[in-house]
């Protein structure tokens, strides 16, 4: 860093710390409360699903009763997360506002959550890689892990995909959670038992984000190859699909990290992978969604035409409370027509308290594709799979001849959220929330699964501490070692 960028993120430093956040009077926080409870209360489609109406009245009640003048910002938006943690709908996404700034003094440790403990994901001031974090400014990790949850929402009683996204974003939630500090106090335990203490300071967004390519969990040592960008951007942050092959198992491995892409560029994508698999006569087919947490649900149907052997089926239905978007002079962003998607869709198909289709506007396309692999498949799953990759992943779970391995997903098993997202901002606070308006009620043959889950894997692979120090991919290993017959 040169000296010119050190004054300038010095005085960031200052600026941002006297912005932190600001002060509200009553009648603004009511006001933004009020609007946030009509929202939900209008049109979310499963607002009972976990919790019952009187318990989630009261606790509108209580919070009302709460709040009064010299409410920040920022404890309105935790106020609301409290509300959104009981629905348990893991699209309705709650943001901070924009006066509240993480980005200068942010915690410098890049961790990683390992049955319910927090430990280093990189090896860096003098602290060894797989170190326990055990108390951070004199607060214990596991105390620090339960505030933190309300920070990421997921389906139903799902934990999986709030440790993923509590350790991607976990200087950020600190800070939302106990307010900005310039400096970190933390007590650790090495791999060797020794108990430490240090002293951190922290460091800004950028720096952190940048030593973020460097986690022992993204497997480069597994992959052989360097640590950093290359690595990063090829393998861990590409949105396009891509395959590398283990040729000496006569194996593919297909990584999807996104759905985002354009549903024909995706297509043209998938064609020329599979020609080319096909063309290697390969045996065996690994496909890894362990980073796919969004995207275009045609997408995922498309990837699933090249496995499935007959017509398959997603969702048995789906379902809006309201033909109309609520609150909508706060809706800054609707991502569909909301006439067609609405009122077109739903209109003549009435039931009690709302709307109910029992088709799928993508069932045409579920048929097996021509060109389809006829080998043994494998599918990678994690807390982080979600949306439509989650429901790839229940097209897979459904099928007797694909084995699902790894982490139990962050999309729900029986239903999930995924239609029509309204993006609204609180006039005052500048919160901003996104809804999804459809809820969807999937297809599926195993019945046993409790409530409140998310697609469970056939084989539940979980890394360990040892996996991390390694760098070892342990889902990827197993796959590898029942090919082989081991």
Known sequence: MNKIQFIVLSFSFILHTTSAQKSMDSIHINQDFSIFENILKEAHPSLYEYCSEDSLNTAFYT??????????????????????SMVKDGHLQVF?????????????????????????????????????ITKINNKRTSKIL????????????????????????????FAYEYGINQKFTI????????????????????????????????????????KGFDFFNSFINNKNPFVYYKKNLNTAVLVVNSFELDT????????????????????HLIIDIRRNDKGFRANAVQLYAYLSKNTFKQITSTFVASL?????????????????????????????????????????????????????????????TFSAASSFALNAKNDPDIILIGEETGGGYY??????????EFPNSKITMIMSMEKMNFYTKEKSIPRGSGIIPDRKILMNINDLIDGK????????????GE
């Open 63 to 84: 919070t009302k009763e709460s709040l009064g003048n010299g409410l920040s910002d920022i404890d309105l938006y935790k106020k609301m997360l409290k509300i959104t």
């Open 96 to 132: 901070a506002p924009t006066s509240f700034k993480t980005d200068q003094y942010y915690f410098p440790l890049i961790l990683k959550i390992i049955n319910t403990e927090f430990y280093t994901d990189t090896e860096e001031f003098n602290i060894p890689l797989g170190s326990k």
């Open 146 to 173: 339960e505030d933190l949850k309300k920070y990421v929402p997921s389906d139903g009683y799902n934990i999986s995909k709030k440790y993923r996204g509590i350790e991607s974003r976990f200087g950020q939630y």
């Open 187 to 226: 007590e650790y335990i090495e791999p060797n038992g020794s108990k430490k203490n240090k002293e951190l300071l922290a460091q800004s967004f950028t720096e952190v984000n940048l030593r973020n390519t460097k986690r022992s969990s993204y497997f480069y040592k597994y992959h052989k190859k360097e």
């Open 264 to 283: 024909q560029t995706f297509k043209s994508k998938l064609i020329n992978i599979f020609n080319e698999i096909r063309k290697k006569k390969t045996q």
């Open 324 to 384: 109309s978007i609520p609150q909508r002079e706060y809706a800054k962003r609707v991502f569909l027509n909301e006439k067609e998607f609405l009122k077109d869709k739903f209109n003549n198909h009435p039931i009690y308290d709302g709307w109910k289709l029992t088709f799928d506007d993508l069932e045409t396309m579920m048929r097996a594709n021509k060109n389809r692999f006829e080998g043994k498949v494998y599918v990678l799953t994690s807390g982080t």
């Open 415 to 424: 239903c999930s959220n995924l239609g029509f997202p309204v993006y609204y």
């Open 473 to 484: 991919d342990r889902d990827l290993d197993y796959i590898f070692r029942l090919i082989k």
